[in-house]
């Protein structure tokens, strides 16, 4: 980060703030253009063209939106046979991020090629994951418009073809660079030497919270299968019982026993001093009294009046009307 701007292509520069500000650097690439993209981007050299961008470097800032400005801007520069400087702070994912926008567009290139373009000549490039993944978006779902309104803009191809065979050669360059380790992908495994410094400082804590990740993914959760009702299990008989029309008493509920959990379909029947029960759902607990009492009460066809009982039998009788009262 602090080795100079960098050349990527034919007139195109990637560096970071501290490099914008070094009138040896513009002077020995001879920038005429400027695109800063940072929090507080200005301009800082009155005989530069300048295009100020302001974006923080977080995956949620939507960078994207500044693609096409910023195609425009590079592209007119160097066919007027500019140079242009692309910086953030540090040179490594908003101004690369741009960068690769803006190759992606003029090349048949796809974002992680021109990532590989980029890192031939700046090797600390690494976009953070959020323009990652708006590269990844450009590429899909806009990059064929972009490419068509820059041949539409610009009709002139005289930086197609150059700028076409110069990408084809920095990838068989990547591949040569890779191998030997001058550069590196962002995976260097603990232990290793980093060639660009990008993974030494937070490989080891990044590769605990992977490998913590992945095992409790493969670990079986025991809360969701514990929480989740089974489908074969069938559910608890008291939970489908429905409640009936007799009243309950707010002082006293029944009581949790072995019968009641035996109960299926039906309700759970309350004490008798606090609900009044249909008595009908329930079976005649003294059938032989009942019909004893109703052959005894009902007159013969064949008499007029009933004989005078016997005192002992009248007090049978009374006493069996009195437990039909009660039981009524």
Avoid at 16 to 31: M, V
Avoid at 112 to 122: D, H, I, P, T, W
Avoid at 147 to 170: G, M, V
Wanted: charged residues 20%.
């Amino acid at each position: 980060m602090g080795n100079g701007m960098n050349k990527v292509l034919p007139g195109l520069y990637v560096g970071n703030y501290r490099d914008s500000k070094d009138p040896a650097q513009l002077n020995r690439y001879a920038i005429s253009h400027i695109v800063a993209i940072h929090d507080a981007a200005r301009k800082l050299h009155p005989d530069i063209h300048y295009l100020c961008v302001l974006a923080s470097d977080t995956p949620e800032q939507n960078l994207a939106q500044y693609f096409p400005l910023c195609n425009d801007f590079i592209h007119a520069a160097r066919l007027r046979g500019g140079h242009v400087l692309i910086h953030c702070l540090a040179g490594m994912s908003r101004s690369v991020t741009v960068t690769i926008a803006y190759i992606m567009s003029v090349t048949s290139l796809n974002w992680k090629e021109a990532l590989k373009v980029v890192r031939v000549g700046r090797a600390i490039a690494n976009p953070n994951n959020g323009f990652q993944k708006q590269l990844q978006d450009f590429e899909c779902f806009r990059l064929m418009d972009e490419r068509k309104r820059l041949r539409e803009r610009f009709p002139s191809r005289a930086l197609s073809n150059l700028d076409e065979e110069q990408c084809q050669l920095l990838l068989i360059a990547y591949q040569s660079l890779l191998s030997g380790r001058h550069i590196c992908e962002g995976n260097c495994a603990m232990g290793e030497v980093c060639p660009t410094g990008m993974c030494r400082a937070s490989r080891s804590r990044s590769t605990r919270r992977k490998t913590s990740s992945t095992s409790l993914q493969n670990f079986p959760s025991s809360s969701s299968s514990s929480c989740s009702p089974s489908p074969s299990s069938s559910p608890s008989p008291t939970r489908n019982l429905t409640r009936s029309n007799s009243t309950l008493s707010p002082k006293r509920r029944p009581s949790s026993s072995p019968a009641r959990s035996q109960l299926s379909g039906g309700s759970v029947p309350s004490s008798p001093k606090s609900s009044v029960l249909d008595l009908s759902v329930y079976p005649d607990p003294y059938p032989r009294c009942h019909s004893l009492l109703a052959s005894i009460s009902t007159p013969g066809p064949s008499s007029s009046a009933p004989p005078s009982p016997h005192p002992r039998m009248a007090a049978n009788q009374k006493s069996l009307r009195k437990m039909s009262t009660q039981l009524s």
